[in-house]
């Protein structure tokens, strides 16, 4: 019998990407016309290549750069030895103050975000493919299914000529009818149906959340009530970041029980409390499930929003708590009859796949998974482009992530990332084209002021 020996993995690069956006309405303001990525790619010795994709700007960067040592000779196998060994050198930053995202305050966004979690993915996708397995069968107890269920996720869009001299770009000539549609004024309640309509077309999708926090929260519920009507068999939530009083949270939800399958985040810390007890007040008033990406981001908050029973559906980004992390969570809120689902940002196609994967090792019923890149299809850094149909992301049958990094392109959105004037994320610069001297408010929708 001939000995395994693992393969030694011989380079990390870190390569910083961009691609371009829509002007999407947040809480947060208006997403500028280009959004940032980093990009994670680990070579071994047998020749094979792992990718991961992460959070955009320096210091996510700098933070993976300095992981390379500790990366970088180690064996593919040792993955779980390797993160451990991130773990205890990492630090915590200055400017971290452990709030989080509680307040939706997108500057703490990269401290929420851990870096080790795109290494994570390009390990898991370098070890499964030394063994000759799927990622999703490396993560928690295997695969639980084959396929994901992804939901159409809904945003309002301004009119980008408003903000003429940023380089948003124009799709009008694109033979594809949803390219055409997502660069393009969306803010009536017609518009957005009409927006759901080209997304049920163009992939199948049964399950839509609307971004909210942009106008009132009772122009917003008016929108939720017409998609309803459009679409009676669809699975319809919002999400307005915590933007409402828990008076009007409760005002805007009670009623809204057999159209709303859950409430994302509806309110937020207030009157010296903290999200976590806000959103306790609130599932103690109104009876509709109640999901989070805000006010458990980690294994302490979690605790205290369940000591607190603050919400029913966690949507535990894999790069909030890791591959390994966010399958854990689902065994966790499964055996305790809660659900899990998943957050998203911007992103390429690479997130999508590496979430499809802890989606599909995801234990009990999943929540249909967020996904942004329906905003940025197209523009894909893999050579196998993720297809959904009918709602659903099949797993690739191949080992690790199952997919192929488009160098050309990689290199391409590198050199978009480098023409770039910053890297960071900010929605106020587009905002203040629309509102002169926007500022953020986490108490009030970004067009109310
Ligand atoms: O992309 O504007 C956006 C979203 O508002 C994003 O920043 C949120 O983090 O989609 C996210 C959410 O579910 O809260
Ligand atoms: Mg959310």
């Known amino acids: 019998m001939t000995e395994f020996t693992s393969p030694l993995i011989t380079a990390m690069e870190v390569i910083p990407v961009a ?34 994709e992460i959070h955009g700007g320096e210091y996510t960067h700098d933070s993976l750069e300095a992981c390379i040592p500790l990366v970088v000779g180690r064996k593919v196998t040792e993955y779980r030895s390797i993160l451990g060994a991130i773990h205890r050198a990492a630090k915590k930053d200055a400017g971290d103050d452990g709030e989080g995202i509680q307040t939706l305050d997108i500057s703490k966004l990269k401290y929420v975000v851990k870096s080790e979690w795109a290494i994570e993915c390009a390990l898991l996708d370098l070890a499964g493919q030394v063994l000759g397995m799927r990622m999703c069968d490396l993560l928690g107890e295997g695969a639980q299914r084959d396929s994901v269920e992804l939901l159409g996720y809904l945003f309002y869009v301004s009119d980008r000529h408003k903000a003429a001299d940023l380089p948003y770009i124009d799709e009008s000539d694109s033979s594809d009818e949803w390219f055409r549609m997502r660069r393009e004024k969306m803010l009536t309640h017609e518009e957005i149906v009409a927006q759901a309509a080209c997304l049920q077309r163009r992939y199948g999708f049964r399950s839509f959340k609307l971004k909210g926090g942009v106008f009132s929260g009772s122009y917003e519920m008016d929108t939720v009530r017409a998609l309803k009507k459009a679409f009676p068999e669809a699975r319809i939530n919002i999400d307005p970041n915590g933007a409402w009083s828990l008076a009007e949270a409760v005002s805007l939800c009670r009623g809204m029980e057999h159209i709303l399958t859950y409430i994302e985040d509806p309110c937020g810390p207030e009157t010296g409390f903290s999200g976590r007890e806000i959103m306790a007040e609130f599932k103690n008033a109104v009876h509709i499930p109640v999901a989070t990406n805000m006010i458990a981001t980690d294994w302490r908050q979690f605790y205290h929003s369940l000591a607190l029973k603050s919400v029913d559906i966690v949507l535990a980004d894999p790069h909030f708590w890791g591959f390994e992390g ?61 297809v959904i149909k009918d709602g659903y992301l099949r797993i690739p049958d191949a080992p690790g992530l199952g997919v192929h990094p488009d160098f050309d392109r990689i290199a391409e959105a590198n050199r978009l990332y480098n023409s770039l004037p910053y890297h960071d994320r900010n929605d106020a610069l587009a905002m203040q084209y629309l509102i002169k001297d926007w500022k953020y408010d986490a108490k009030k929708p970004c067009l109310v002021r």
Do not use: C
Request: glycine letters at 10%; zero cysteines; proline letters at 4%.
């Open 19 to 52: 691609g371009y956006d829509s002007m999407l309405m947040t809480l947060s303001g208006a997403h500028a016309p280009w959004f940032t990525r980093n990009l994670v790619i680990l070579h071994d010795s047998d020749g094979h290549t792992g990718i991961g």
């Open 326 to 386: 966010t399958v854990k969570m689902s065994q966790l809120l499964h055996d305790w009859g809660l659900t899990w689902g998943s957050h998203s940002n911007n992103h390429f196609d690479i997130t999508l796949t590496a979430f499809a994967q802890a989606g599909a090792s995801a234990a009990g019923e999943p929540a249909p998974l967020d996904t942004h890149w329906i905003w940025q299809d197209g523009q894909n850094l893999l050579k196998d482009a993720p």
